[in-house]
């Protein structure tokens, strides 16, 4: 069964410094998500993407984060310069498109910055 | 703005037996998706079951069933014959049926525990 995959299941990395996460969705899914989870809090909906745009956004998600959809099959969050409070699970969700209400989730990506 | 409330942090439940987790919901929507998820340990989040809230009958998914109560804005899971395989987090969460107004918007989770 496809799954939605993201890479790399842990990054650490020094506060300030530019990360990229990696998301692959299942691959005729037309809908991308960012969620992230700060441990012991909310999973909190981050962005969603369509039709190579941000359709939606929450007020989290400001200028140091961006999304990108390189190629035919990732999708990327980037965080340009982090904080200590980003540290949290990201995870990557996708879903197929109108008519839909499944969004599949990966596995996440542990973010620690230090 | 919609907020989801689940109020067991740590659920446990016999093997075999039957478990009922609770979640509550604020909206002034009047159309909506719930829907709840699990979370195995280290392992990604699966949709278990949804319910579309113009719809009076309770969804149900084999052993998942759900107890939806629009006017209080309820939306229990109930497990039967729990397996050791149910053991997980499970998530309540919301969506607006609204296009462009996709967002899943969570509660904190239910850990559950199966005995055996």
């Known amino acids: 069964e496809p799954e939605v995959t993201q890479t790399p299941s842990h990054q650490v990395t020094q506060m300030g410094q530019e990360v990229i996460l990696r998301c692959v969705p299942i691959?005729?899914?037309?809908?991308f998500y960012w969620y992230r989870q700060i441990l012991g809090q909310k999973v909190e909906f981050l962005v969603s993407f369509y039709n190579n745009e941000i359709s939606e956004k929450s007020e989290i998600f400001d200028d140091q984060f961006s999304v990108e959809r390189p190629d035919g099959s990732n999708f990327t969050l980037k965080i340009r310069s982090t904080k200590l409070e980003d540290s949290a699970m990201y995870f990557c969700?996708?879903?197929?498109?109108?008519?839909?209400?499944?969004?599949?989730f990966g596995p996440g990506t542990r973010l620690t910055v230090t | 703005a919609q907020t989801v409330t689940q109020s067991q942090p740590e659920m446990s439940v016999q093997e075999a037996e039957t478990v009922t987790l609770s979640c509550t919901y604020d909206t002034s929507e009047s159309d909506y998706y719930l829907f709840w998820y699990k979370q195995p340990p280290s392992r990604q989040m699966i949709l278990v079951i949804r319910q579309e809230a113009y719809k009076q009958q309770n969804a149900t998914e084999n052993r998942f069933s759900v107890n939806f109560q629009k006017a209080a804005k309820s939306f229990s899971l109930k497990i039967s014959d729990s397996q050791l395989g149910d053991a997980a987090m499970y998530f309540c969460?919301?969506?607006?049926?609204?296009?462009?107004?996709?967002?899943?918007?969570f509660g904190t989770g239910t850990r559950l525990t199966i005995i055996p």
């Open positions: 969700a996708s879903r197929l498109g109108k008519g839909s209400y499944e969004q599949y």
């Open positions: 969460a919301y969506r607006p049926t609204n296009f462009g107004n996709e967002k899943l918007t």
């Open positions: 691959s005729n899914h037309l809908y």
